[in-house]
T-cell receptor, first 110, second 114 residues
Framework: KNEVEQSPQNLTAQEGEFITINCSYS?????LHWLQQHPGGGIVSLFM???GKKKHGRLIATINIQEKHSSLHITASHPRDSAVYIC????????????FGQGTRLTINP | DAGVIQSPRHEVTEMGQEVTLRCKPI?????LFWYRQTMMRGLELLIY????????DSGMPEDRFSAKMPNASFSTLKIQPSEPRDSAVYFC????????????FGPGTRLTVT
């Protein structure tokens, strides 16, 4: 079993829909990261959080440390949001060593 | 800032050849990471450096892989000899040296070994 599990693996939605991607982890962490990888391949860090909630534009990330679970929400989704979203954790032991989930491939149709 | 720079962006080579991937981190960043991404295994950390010193190379798959960071602005990942199973996208990332710090990824090098 992977230390970081994401669901769903693939998600297709219509423009404007509210999107939720989930991440569960099994190790103690110092922080959790959400990354975005566009079809061109580049990887961008969206959020790093260790508690509560963060918001950036239409993106919201939440984390529940007790339940070892995080969600990434996209409001008013747009085709340009189509990408692979990757959850990664910084373990308490060796926080610089990110442990990655397998990613969620999101497709937003116009 | 130009961001993390990697070269080459694409590399096609024959099995048995030596491959060298290059990375220039963001100026002022003193941690550097090498990752490999494949369809089967996703993103995996190969090795990382703090202040040019290798801290953890436990992710390096075997002795054919080696990495160096001779100074704060340059790192290499070498595969010798290369094998078809080394085909992957290799990413370099950099960050400031801190327990918790955002990592900034380069555009990656797509390696194909035939």
């Amino acid at each position: 079993k992977n230390e970081v599990e994401q669901s769903p693996q693939n998600l297709t939605a219509q423009e404007g829909e509210f999107i939720t991607i989930n991440c569960s982890y099994s190790v103690g962490i110092s922080a959790l990261h959400w990354l975005q990888q566009h079809p061109g391949g580049g990887i961008v860090s969206l959020f790093m959080l260790s508690s509560g909630k963060k918001k950036h534009g239409r993106l919201i990330a939440t984390i529940n440390i007790q339940e070892k679970h995080s969600s990434l929400h996209i409001t008013a989704s747009h085709p340009r949001d189509s990408a692979v979203y990757i959850c990664a954790v910084s373990p308490i032991q060796g926080a610089q060593k990110l442990v990655f989930g397998q990613g969620t491939r999101l497709t937003i149709n116009p | 800032d130009a961001g993390v720079i990697q070269s080459p962006r694409h590399e096609v080579t024959e099995m048995g050849q030596e491959v060298t991937l290059r990375c220039k981190p963001i100026s002022g960043h003193n941690s550097l990471f090498w990752y490999r991404q494949t369809m089967m295994r996703g993103l995996e950390l190969l090795i990382y450096f703090n202040n040019n010193v290798p801290i953890d190379d436990s992710g390096m798959p075997e002795d054919r892989f080696s990495a160096k960071m001779p100074n704060a602005s340059f790192s290499t990942l070498k595969i010798q000899p290369s094998e078809p199973r080394d085909s992957a996208v290799y990413f370099c990332a950099s960050s400031i040296l801190a327990v918790l710090s955002e990592q900034y990824f380069g555009p990656g090098t797509r390696l194909t070994v035939t």
